[in-house]
């Protein structure tokens, strides 16, 4: 059961993607694109619809106008899985004992969390719900929450409120994700997220940028300083050399890992 269960997430993953890139196909193109039974691929969409990820509208699944691949919380969870934990095992080398830590709400930092709870007397602080409930699933109580607006495709808050009770804090390490880099400048689709983003760095005394391969070279609407005003860039081997050399050339330390093998188990 284990293994339909993986191989259909795959193949809405691979939907979903579809979706975002054409913003609305139809539903009996999507079952013969991906050879599967309409039945299949309306039991697919209805999964990704509860998610909120797309609609279904009169035979067609349409995306929704402020959701893309990088704000889809759900979606980005399990892509580039492996990298995600190389740099968790790389990132919490990152933190100590008794250290208060911020984290954003991408989901890059996801496995990082479930490291971190092996660390002792850490207080956590963060903006998103996901993180949080990770640590208070593996038993950390020390989590505060940024509140201010809701955003459920980030699963995540931001806004004035968020800022202002940021403004109010001050951690030992903050750990963040851009969506996007083009020669060490950071951006973001959504300003209230670029906003926060960098906000978290001036709230800590150590700020570290954890970003895969696939995001560099690009841009967004919105863009939030550069990598020259964090202390550590954790990336992977896939990352283009003039990329990393471009961050390098700010003073900034990058540390470059390999994906992590899959556990056969």
Not at 53 to 64: C, F, H, S, Y
Not at 118 to 144: C, H, K
Not at 248 to 264: I, Q, R
Request: proline share 5%.
């Amino acid at each position: 059961m284990h293994s339909r269960e993986t191989e259909a997430e795959r193949r809405r993953r691979r939907l979903l993607r579809q979706v975002m890139e054409e913003g609305a196909v139809r539903i009996d193109a999507l079952a013969e694109r991906f050879q599967v039974s309409t039945m299949t691929v309306h039991r697919d969409l209805a999964d990704l619809e509860a998610r909120r990820l797309l609609e279904k509208r009169r035979g067609m699944a349409v995306a929704p106008p402020n959701l893309t691949l990088e704000t889809a919380t759900r979606f980005r969870e399990h892509e580039q899985a492996e990298i995600k934990e190389a740099f968790a095992a790389e990132l919490a080398k990152e933190v100590g004992p008794g250290d208060t830590v911020l984290m954003d709400c991408g989901s890059t930092l996801f496995p990082l969390a479930r490291r971190l709870v092996t660390v002792e007397r850490i207080t956590v602080i963060t903006n998103s719900l996901r993180v949080a409930g990770l640590f208070g699933q593996w038993g950390v109580t020390d989590v505060i929450v940024l509140g201010g607006g809701y955003r459920p495709d980030f699963e995540a808050c931001a806004g004035t409120e968020t800022l202002r009770q940021l403004s109010r804090v001050r951690a030992d390490i903050a750990f963040s994700s851009p969506t996007a880099v083009s020669s060490g400048r950071l951006f973001h689709p959504v300003q209230e997220w670029a906003d926060l983003k960098e906000a978290l760095q001036g709230a800590a005394n150590r700020s570290v940028l954890a970003v895969d391969h696939t995001k560099f070279g690009r841009t967004a609407t919105y863009a939030y300083g550069d990598a020259g005003g964090y202390d550590l860039v954790v990336t992977d081997t896939a990352t283009p050399e003039d990329e990393v050399a471009a961050i390098e050339h700010l003073g900034v330390p990058v540390s470059v890992v390999a994906p992590a093998t899959p556990d056969p188990s």
